[in-house]
Each structure stands twice: as structure tokens, then as C-alpha cells.
């Protein structure tokens, strides 16, 4: 099984460009969630969803957009890109009860 | 407010010593704790987490709630060893969602 898979793996863009950033899974799995890695600050939360059809806000939701049509995809928008979304994003996925996070390789974005 | 601080941006040790790594929370109910690693060019991926109560690759992590912490040890650090280590929080109320409030994260650095 190929788990998660994002794509791209690396995108430059410049300041006020939109992309979608692509995430799919291939493990059923019902709990869908986008984060950003930034030196020294970890990981934080996007936006998360819990099935097709709901999504919800995270810690850091703002300048991003998503939509969860099929349990398989969950699409992380950048609509007008800022520098400050230059940033390591990674798509994650898990079944109830806590289970472990399935994390994605990362798509790497660099905003100039 | 619900936090995880990891105090150590980078630990360096030698092979063969002792290793910790700490982490600390901030929680008001009773919490929900993880440890992820992320090794050169692979995908983050959980190491341990509290209520397991198990050791992987010789690590252990006790949640002590009197102080607060989840520190990661081991006694003999290998080379292989070395990599990106995560502390993880459930998010109050969200135990079957996946939502996950993470540390700074800590570098380990083993040298030979």
C-alpha cells in the first residue's frame, strides 16, 4: 500500500499565486488532517476533517482552504500565497480511537 | 491553554550514553501523550505513546502528571538513533480525531 501520498514534493511560488496542495490515501482511513513544520515551532494544525463532507479549523487555518468530497482526498488550497506560508506541509490520516497518524512525505513550498 | 514544550532544540550525545529527552505539557484533563520521530529522509512516524506502556527500539517514556512531563529515555544511544523526535498532545475532547498539538521538537544527534 502506498499509505499517504502528497504531491508535489517541492513547489516554489511567488507572492499572491494560489496552488492546491494534493494529498490522497489509500487505508480507508476516516480522519484527514493538513499540518506546517516551521524550525522551532513544530508541527500545528491546519485544518482537519472527520469524513467527507466535514472539515474544520485548526490552530493556524488562515490563508488556507479545504474541502473533503471522498474519504480518499483531502486538497489543502493556498489561494493568494504570502511568505509566511513558506513552510514544510504535511497530510495526515487515521482511523477512530486514537490510533497513530499516518503522515505523508511533506510538500516542501517556498513563497518569494 | 494546552501546550507541549520541548526545552532542548538539539541534544548531542555519544554512542553508547545514556539519552533524554524531555518534554513537558500543560493540560487540564487527563492527557493523551505520544512520542514521533522523524529519521533522515523518511516519514514521521509514532514511536510510542503513553497508554501502550511499551518499549520500541529500546526507548521507554513515563507520563509522570505531577510534574507534568513525558520525557524520553534510553539508556545506550546507537547511531541509528539519530533523527527529529516529536512530543504529542491529544487535544482536549478530540481523542478519536487524529488532532495532535506538537513540541518544537528536539534533535538527536548520536556520534560515533
Known amino acids: 500500500n502506498a499509505g499517504v501520498t502528497q504531491t508535489p514534493k517541492f513547489q516554489v511560488l511567488k507572492t499572491g499565486q494560489s496552488m492546491t496542495l494534493q494529498c490522497a490515501q489509500d487505508m480507508n482511513h476516516e480522519y484527514m488532517s493538513w499540518y506546517r513544520q516551521d524550525p522551532g515551532m513544530g508541527l500545528r494544525l491546519i485544518h482537519y476533517s472527520v469524513g467527507a463532507g466535514i472539515t474544520d479549523q485548526g490552530e493556524v487555518p488562515n490563508g488556507y482552504n479545504v474541502s473533503r468530497s471522498t474519504t480518499e482526498d483531502f486538497p489543502l488550497r493556498l489561494l493568494s500565497a504570502a511568505p509566511s506560508q513558506t513552510s514544510v506541509y504535511f497530510c495526515?490520516?487515521?482511523?477512530?480511537?486514537?490510533?497513530?497518524?499516518?503522515f505523508g512525505n511533506g510538500t516542501r513550498l517556498t513563497v518569494t | 491553554a494546552q501546550r507541549v514544550t520541548q526545552p532542548e532544540k538539539l541534544l548531542s550525545v555519544f554512542k553508547g550514553a545514556p539519552v533524554e529527552l524531555k518534554c513537558n505539557y500543560s493540560y487540564s484533563g487527563s492527557p493523551e501523550l505520544f512520542w514521533y520521530v522523524q529519521y533522515s529522509r523518511q516519514r514521521l512516524q509514532l514511536l510510542l505513546r503513553?497508554?501502550s506502556r511499551e518499549s520500541i527500539k529500546g526507548f521507554t517514556a513515563d507520563l509522570n502528571k505531577g510534574e507534568t512531563s513525558f520525557h524520553l529515555k534510553k539508556p545506550f544511544a546507537q547511531e541509528e538513533d539519530s533523527a527529529m523526535y516529536y512530543c504529542?498532545?491529544?487535544?482536549?475532547?478530540?481523542?478519536?480525531?487524529?488532532?495532535?498539538?506538537f513540541g518544537q521538537g528536539t534533535t538527536l544527534q548520536v556520534k560515533p
Open positions: 503513553h497508554i
Open positions: 504529542a498532545l491529544s487535544y482536549y475532547g478530540s481523542s478519536n480525531t487524529g488532532k495532535l498539538i
Open positions: 495526515a490520516s487515521t482511523t477512530p480511537g486514537n490510533s497513530p497518524l499516518h
